[in-house]
């Protein structure tokens, strides 16, 4: 399969922990990767491969991978942390990319 | 800093062509693939397509038979084409770096570097 499913929304209350998750095939073979983004705002890379986070990504944000599951685990969520969420990464082909469908993390 | 600058025509009419351009700053093309990926108002990323420096492609199947994506080395530049727009097609449209390396008997695939961004409206 192609395909990578996400939880469409997700909340947390602020300074709490929480994980977001993606399912899929190709997660068997590949890492994912994980992006933040704003509204009006391009992506952001926040977690590579096992659990790298580009330079400048606080390391409250971690990252997870077990069998055709990876997840996204923020530590002690902050109210700038509210966004939407993707993983990506290539389908089983290795030939295309795939993203989740997103989900919205809301911090209360 | 490397930086993706991305351009083009942000109005069309439905069977008009797309065209859209970016250029990679603060580094080379060689080695990375460069995607092309869209996001309609309110919905999540659709991964267009990509070429590397060498100019081997991989599509969306969904979009195969409209894309097209040529790169220019000389010019650190990318580009996508996209026929027959529809409405359909009204999206941001973005430009990505992506890196692909394995480690412990997996590939892992990042998209690290982004354009801002080009709001592309298909209307009549």
């Known amino acids: 399969s192609s395909e990578l499913t996400q939880d469409p929304a997700v909340s947390v209350a602020l300074g709490q922990t929480v994980r977001i998750t993606c399912q899929g095939d190709?997660?068997?073979?590949?890492?994912a990767s994980w992006y933040q983004q704003k509204p009006g705002q391009a992506p952001v890379l926040v977690i590579y491969?096992?659990?790298n986070r580009p330079s400048g990504i606080p390391d409250r944000f971690s990252g997870s991978n077990s069998g055709n599951t990876t997840s996204l685990t923020i530590t002690g969520a902050q109210a700038e942390d509210e966004a939407d969420y993707y993983c990506?990464?290539?389908?089983?082909?290795?030939?295309?990319?795939?993203f989740g469908g997103g989900t919205k993390l809301t911090v209360l | 800093q490397v930086q993706l600058r991305q351009w083009g025509a942000g109005l069309l009419k439905p069977s008009e062509t797309l065209s859209l351009t970016c250029a990679l700053y603060?580094?080379?093309?060689?080695?990375?693939?460069l995607s092309w990926i869209r996001q309609p108002p309110g919905r999540g990323l659709e991964w267009i397509g990509e070429?590397?420096?060498?100019?081997?492609?991989n599509y969306n199947p969904s979009l195969k038979s409209r894309v097209t994506i040529s790169v220019d080395t000389s010019k650190n530049q990318f580009s996508l084409k996209l026929s027959s727009v529809t409405a359909a097609d009204t999206a941001v449209y973005y430009c990505?770096?992506?890196?692909?390396?394995?480690?412990?008997?997996?590939?892992?695939?990042?998209?690290?570097?982004w354009g801002k961004g080009t709001t592309v409206t298909v209307s009549s």
């Open positions: 603060g580094d080379s093309f060689t080695g990375y693939y």
């Open positions: 990506n990464t290539r389908d089983s082909s290795g030939n295309h990319v795939v």
């Open positions: 491969g096992q659990n």
């Open positions: 070429i590397n420096h060498s100019g081997s492609t």
């Open positions: 990505a770096r992506g890196s692909m390396t394995t480690a412990n008997y997996y590939y892992f695939y990042y998209m690290d570097v």
């Open positions: 190709s997660l068997r073979s590949y890492y």
